[in-house]
């Protein structure tokens, strides 16, 4: 069974970066998606960022608009852990942070929330202005 567990949230002031990490077990496909969405309250979540690999090679990347150039995708053995790296943080980036998983790759969900079938609980980062 896929689970996934976030940490490295937290209090940053604008400009500040942290990184996420993405624990990851129980991945038995040799293609699958990992990615990042958030939600701040009293909104929907929304995809920040992710990656598909095939047998453990990166094959496809893409980050949200709101937040290329400042948060990249990254890991070293996707199996295990997954980091989103966040650079010159903004208050708008408030938010829980989760990470989510699937096998394969569905380019018309790969955005989409209802594209992955596993979740991790989150982990809250809040910027202060």
């Known amino acids: 069974q896929v689970q996934l567990v976030e940490s490295g949230g937290g209090l940053v002031q604008a400009g500040g970066s942290l990184r996420l990490s993405c624990a990851v077990s129980?991945?038995?496909?040799?293609?699958?998606?990992i990615a990042w969405f958030r939600q701040a309250p009293g909104k929907e979540r929304e995809f920040v960022a992710f990656r598909t690999w095939s047998l453990e090679q990166p094959l496809k990347t893409e980050l949200a608009d709101s937040v290329k150039g400042r948060f990249s995708i990254s890991s070293i053995n996707p199996k295990n852990t997954v980091y989103l790296q966040m650079n010159r943080l903004k208050p708008e980036d408030t938010a829980v942070y989760y990470c989510?998983?699937?096998?394969?790759?569905?380019?018309?969900?790969?955005?989409?929330?209802?594209?992955?079938?596993?979740w991790g609980p989150g982990t809250q980062v809040t910027v202060s202005s």
């Open positions: 129980g991945i038995t496909f040799n293609t699958y998606s």
């Open positions: 989510a998983a699937r096998g394969g790759y569905e380019s018309l969900l790969a955005t989409s929330p209802s594209g992955y079938n596993y």
